[in-house]
């Protein structure tokens, strides 16, 4: 079975600033990976996936994130930040050739202040 | 306009009262979820359905049921035997039928709150 970690529940930042939030899986398949975005009382918007070739992967909002298969990570990247980003983000992964069930990490709380 | 519609936004249940949740969607997947949502818990799936007549328990299914009777509808019904139902619903959709990597469409959620 899959596992998500995201290793921080909150990260403040000041805007411009650059961020990272960080997200590690455990499966012992290959996996699709995702970032998905939440705003309050929202529903959850994709940002970007992950599914094969080219380790780095842009989406929208001017957020990248790079696969790092040995350390089993999906970190979330954004050079510089508005205030419009704060948000909740939420890590999640899939198996290849399983069900395409998502199994979400509990998310990270990204709160940019001016 | 395609997308995923869900109802009521907000919705009030007294303790031993079922109550259904809606969901449809028009962008005609296959592939239709619900999940729930806790502060500081992330989402956690209930019940799946691949294709239309047929749905799948999640990791937390107890105390909940659906039907799929429709490919565009997917309610989910919250009943007595849920013993902690006030949460935050979610429902999606994917395009399934073995798509890769399928991403998933959120609707906007509905709170449902036991007094």
């Known amino acids: 079975a899959q596992s998500v970690t995201q290793l921080d529940s909150q990260v403040p930042v000041f805007e411009e600033a650059p961020v990272e939030l960080r997200c590690n899986y455990s499966?012992?398949?290959?996996?699709?990976l995702f970032w998905y975005v939440q705003y309050p009382n929202q529903g959850l918007q994709l940002l970007l996936k992950?599914?094969?070739?080219?380790?780095l992967v842009k989406g929208i909002n001017g957020f990248e994130a790079e696969f790092n298969k040995s350390q089993t990570s999906f970190h979330l990247r954004k050079p510089s930040v508005h205030i419009s980003d704060t948000a909740e983000y939420f890590c999640?992964?899939?198996?290849?050739?399983?069900?395409?069930?998502?199994?979400f990490g509990k998310g990270t709380k990204l709160t940019v202040n001016p | 306009d395609g997308g995923i519609t869900q109802s009521p936004k907000y919705l009030f249940r007294k303790e031993g009262q079922n109550v259904t949740l809606s969901c449809e969607q028009n962008?005609?997947?296959?592939?239709m979820y619900w999940y729930r949502q806790d502060p500081g818990q992330g989402l956690r799936l209930i019940y799946y359905?691949?294709?239309?007549?047929?749905?799948q328990k999640g990791d937390i299914a107890e105390g909940y049921s659906v039907s799929r009777e429709k490919k565009e509808s997917f309610p989910l019904t919250v009943t007595s035997a849920q013993k902690n139902p006030t949460a935050f619903y979610l429902c999606?959709?994917?395009?399934?039928?073995?798509?890769?990597?399928?991403?998933?469409?959120f609707g906007p959620g509905t709170r449902l709150t036991v007094l």
């Open positions: 999606a959709s994917s395009m399934g039928a073995g798509a890769r990597g399928d991403t998933q469409y």
């Open positions: 499966s012992s398949v290959s996996v699709y």
């Open positions: 992950y599914l094969s070739g080219s380790t």
């Open positions: 999640a992964v899939s198996e290849k050739g399983g069900s395409e069930k998502l199994v």
């Open positions: 962008l005609n997947h296959d592939a």
């Open positions: 359905s691949q294709i239309v007549n047929d749905f």
